[in-house]
């Protein structure tokens, strides 16, 4: 199974990825299920190393800055709000970026590329360096690569800690 490949990757080579690659993370996001169909998203493809440095710092955590591509996924709140309303603008909006998000992580997968949900970062510093506009909130840093490292795969709880099932 496909998904039962993925990483969390956090040792890149320096050697950029194809546009076609980039392009089909972007569309992989694209597809994302979001609420009300508002897709309230924006992605930004950072190859900049001068960016992808200011990221890492933002993150704190350096291996950001050594993936040739970070991915930004921006959440537009109020895209979801003018439907939904407050519930739109502080919940949908996440859960949209969110399926966005892990779809750009399951087609890295599918391609053979490594990649790592960044949700720990400092926002302002984010959002300054990705000069985004009013508006925007950066949700997630996906930094993506040839991976350096595949590690084998890690524990997870078993189903019947994690689900329930109701039936009549």
Not at 4 to 21: K, N
Not at 106 to 129: H, K, M, P, Q
Not at 140 to 158: F, N
Request: with cysteine; charged share 25%.
């Amino acid at each position: 199974m496909g998904i039962l490949e993925r990483f969390s990757c956090r040792a890149f080579a320096s050697d950029p990825l194809t546009e076609a690659d980039t392009r089909r993370l972007l569309e992989s996001a694209r597809w994302a299920p979001s609420a009300g169909n508002c897709q309230p998203w924006r992605f930004i493809a950072v190859t900049s190393s001068r960016i992808r440095r200011e990221l890492a710092r933002a993150a704190g955590q350096e291996f950001v800055a050594d993936a040739p591509l970070v991915i930004a996924v921006c959440a537009v709140p109020h895209e979801s709000e003018r439907r939904y309303g407050e519930r739109g603008r502080s919940l949908y909006v996440l859960q949209d970026t969110a399926a966005a998000t892990q779809n750009i992580l399951l087609a890295a997968s599918d391609i053979g590329l490594g990649s790592c949900w960044v949700g720990a970062f400092d926002e302002r510093t984010a959002a300054a360096a990705l000069d985004l506009p009013p508006g925007w909130r950066p949700v997630a840093l996906v930094p993506v690569g040839r991976p350096l490292e595949r590690p084998g795969r890690r524990e997870r709880r078993p189903l019947q800690e994690v689900a329930v099932f109701k039936a009549d």
